[in-house]
């Protein structure tokens, strides 16, 4: 079983910071891509950042030069490392990792509340 633990989510002001980490556990195959998913209220689930196990990273145009996404590989842990924060980033913000082997597998975390304030 395959288990994400989320953290880092709050309230925030506009223009400010938040780091989110989660932490994959279990039977995890290495060869992943780690991503970061957001859904605001009335909207579609929406993929903010992906970063493949040798950093190869992509973004959404909205978060491009504020968000930073990494991985460690050893500790199996994902960061968004979020900045100049707006309204329009307030979702849940949801862990997932893949990856494809005879099937695709998909997990996902439990998400985490961000909210910024104007």
């Known amino acids: 079983q395959v288990q994400l633990l989320e953290s880092g989510g709050g309230l925030v002001q506009a223009g400010g910071s938040l780091r989110l980490s989660c932490v994959v556990s279990g039977r995890v195959f290495s060869d992943n891509v780690m991503g970061w998913y957001r859904q605001a209220p009335g909207k579609q689930r929406e993929l903010v950042a992906s970063?493949?196990?040798?950093?190869?990273?992509n973004y959404i145009d909205s978060v491009k030069d504020r968000f930073t996404i990494s991985r460690d590989n050893v500790k199996n842990t994902v960061f968004l490392q979020m900045t100049s924060l707006t309204p329009e980033d307030t979702a849940v913000y949801y862990c997932?990792?893949?990856?494809?082997?005879?099937?695709?597998?998909?997990?996902w975390g439990q998400g985490t509340q961000v909210t910024v304030s104007s």
């Open positions: 997932n990792v893949r990856w494809t082997l005879t099937r695709q597998y998909d997990y």
């Open positions: 970063i493949s196990r040798g950093r190869m990273t």
